[in-house]
């Protein structure tokens, strides 16, 4: 199953999505997921697309499309199995 998950130099498993308002124009905050290599942790930011510095997308209304990508990018891996829903 593929999870677009990428081995990085350090062994951990990265994956990187720009959460973009508008469809294919390559701007938006960028969404990362990094696992660890032995698959007991993993750490999430999102950040400004250049990667320094984080943004809070639950703060505005006016972010409900990113909100909105980033639920379907997080359901898509619960779906491949990476993660699991809490109740």
């Keep these: 199953m593929d999870t677009t998950f990428m081995k990085n130099k350090?062994?951990?498993?990265?994956?990187?999505?720009?959460?973009?308002q508008v469809p294919n124009s390559g701007d938006g905050p960028l969404l990362?997921?990094?696992?660890?290599?032995?698959?007991?942790?993993?750490k999430l930011s999102i950040t400004d697309k250049a990667g320094l510095r984080h943004i809070n997308i639950f703060k505005s209304p006016e972010n409900k499309m990113i909100q909105?990508?980033?639920?379907?990018?997080?359901?898509?891996?619960?779906?491949?199995?990476?993660?699991?829903?809490?109740?």
């Design 32 to 42: 990362k997921i990094i696992v660890n290599s032995d698959l007991t942790g993993f």
């Design 68 to 87: 909105d990508k980033f639920y379907f990018q997080m359901n898509a891996l619960v779906d491949r199995g990476v993660f699991k829903k809490a109740n």
């Design 10 to 20: 350090i062994g951990n498993f990265e994956l990187s999505r720009i959460l973009e």
